[in-house]
């Protein structure tokens, strides 16, 4: 059977594609300026969230899919009611324009960074505030992700250098040296035993999260930030990185 367009959206150019965790819901952020919002069981229900002034570059939903959070070139994250397509909050207080971000698992921490500068906040889902500022690479942050426990978070920079933190207290627990570029994207395993990351050089590292000794390098010709998306799938060890 011949693949059929479903839905068609005038978004501009899209950056950024994400699915609910329940599968019902797909959130596209791009040069719109605009956040669509489409019902997947009926593609034609869109609804466009607006409020940011300046392109989105990342979107990501709450472990439970019932919010939604938008970070954008004008230096804002929005966290948006998924039923209500209603802005719940806006976070600010990021000196350069805010991108990639990750919600705990348990739902209740936002970590956040930006593209030009070297920190990293934990920000209260419930109230907005801000918790801790993590600083300690030495050049732009360009990925996070949270263990499958909530208790730590990886964040990969341009200075080559993955980074464990314990989020309960704020702290750099290990540094994981190895790539010769910078970090683009970096995921859990399921049981959060291991972290892969991947780098500009195209290679994907495989690292224990209890030694941070690394187990193994990958090249791999279809990209980096591909494969690390699936370590985080639960039929990972057939990757055979």
């Known amino acids: 059977m011949a693949p059929k367009c479903l839905c068609t959206l005038r978004a501009g150019a899209v950056l950024t594609v994400v699915c609910s965790p329940d599968g019902r819901r797909l959130a596209v952020g791009g040069t719109a300026r605009?956040?669509?919002l489409v019902e997947t069981e009926r593609w034609t229900d869109v609804r466009s969230l607006k409020g940011h002034t300046i392109w989105v570059g990342r979107v990501a939903f709450s472990p439970d899919g019932a919010l939604l959070a938008s970070v954008s070139r004008d230096s804002t994250t929005k966290l948006w009611d998924v039923a209500t397509a209603t802005v719940?909050?806006?976070l600010d207080g990021h000196p350069l324009p805010v991108f990639p971000v990750a919600f705990s698992p348990d739902g209740t921490l936002l970590a956040s960074e930006s593209e030009l500068h070297d920190t990293l906040r934990l920000c209260d889902v419930a109230t907005g505030k801000v918790l801790r500022t993590l600083t300690g690479h030495d050049a732009p942050v360009s990925c996070v992700a949270f263990s499958p426990d909530s208790e730590l978070l990886a964040s990969g920079a341009w200075d080559n250098i993955v980074k464990l933190w314990y989020v309960a207290a704020g702290a750099a627990i290990r540094t994981l040296a190895g790539h010769s570029d910078w970090v683009r994207c970096i995921a859990f395993s399921p049981d959060g035993t291991l972290l892969a990351s991947g780098s500009g050089e195209s290679t994907?590292?495989?690292?224990?999260v209890t030694t941070g000794v690394e187990?193994?390098?990958?090249?791999?010709?279809c990209g980096s930030s591909h494969l690390c998306g699936l370590l985080s799938r639960r039929d990972a060890p057939c990757l055979g990185i």
């Not at 187990?215 to 010709?221: A, D």
């Open 204 to 208: 994907i590292k495989l690292w224990d």
């Open 88 to 90: 719940v909050r806006t």
């Open 34 to 36: 605009v956040v669509h």
């Open 215 to 221: 187990l193994r390098t990958s090249g791999r010709s």
